[in-house]
C-alpha cells in the first residue's frame, strides 16, 4: 500500500458513500485510476464491505452491555458448541475469545433491561456449556469510531 491508498482508506473510513468521482478528486487521481485501485484494495481484503452505522437508541436499543462468559469446561468441543448455540442470536453484535477471568467477551444490545435479563437468565445461562457470566451495562458513551488508525503504516 501506498500513500494514495491510504489517502483512499482514511477518505472511506469517513465516508463510506462518497461516490468514486469525488473519491479521486480528493485522492489526486483519475476516475478510472481511482476505481481500479478501489477495487484492488477490495479483492485483497483490506477494505471488508460497506454498511450503514444505525443509531441504537433511535431504533428502539436503549440497552448495550459486554458480557463476560465462562465456560464449564474448556476444549474444542465445549467451544465449538458454545459458538454453535449463540451464533444466530442477532443480540449479540460481536463475540470475542479473550484471556483473562472469562472466556469470551460479547457486545450485546436489546431494547430494554427486561430483555437484557432474559437474555442472560433464560437463554446464556441455560446454556449447558456456560459456568457463568458477568455483565457490564454500557452508560455513556464517551468515545466511539469504526475509524481504524493508519499513521502505523506510513
Not at 129 to 135: E, N, P, Y
Request: hydrophobic share 45%.
Amino acid at each position: 500500500m501506498d500513500e494514495i491508498d491510504l489517502k483512499i482508506l482514511k477518505v472511506l473510513q469517513a465516508n463510506g458513500r462518497i461516490p468514486n468521482s469525488e473519491l479521486a478528486l480528493l485522492v489526486c487521481l483519475s476516475p478510472s485510476q481511482c476505481l481500479r485501485r478501489l477495487r484492488r484494495l477490495e479483492s485483497k481484503g483490506v477494505i471488508r464491505g460497506y454498511v450503514a452505522l444505525l443509531d441504537h437508541a433511535s431504533i428502539g436499543l436503549g440497552v448495550q452491555a459486554f458480557v463476560n462468559v465462562t465456560l464449564e469446561k474448556h476444549g474444542r468441543d465445549p467451544a465449538q458448541a458454545f459458538a454453535s448455540a449463540i451464533e444466530d442470536w442477532d443480540e449479540i453484535l460481536e463475540c470475542w475469545a479473550v484471556t483473562g477471568g472469562s472466556d469470551y467477551l460479547l457486545r450485546v444490545t436489546l431494547p430494554g433491561l427486561n430483555d437484557f435479563s432474559e437474555l442472560l437468565m433464560k437463554r446464556l445461562l441455560a446454556l449447558p456449556m456456560v459456568a457463568g457470566v458477568k455483565s457490564n451495562i454500557l452508560l455513556q458513551e464517551l468515545k466511539g469510531t469504526t475509524q481504524l488508525p493508519l499513521n502505523h503504516l506510513t
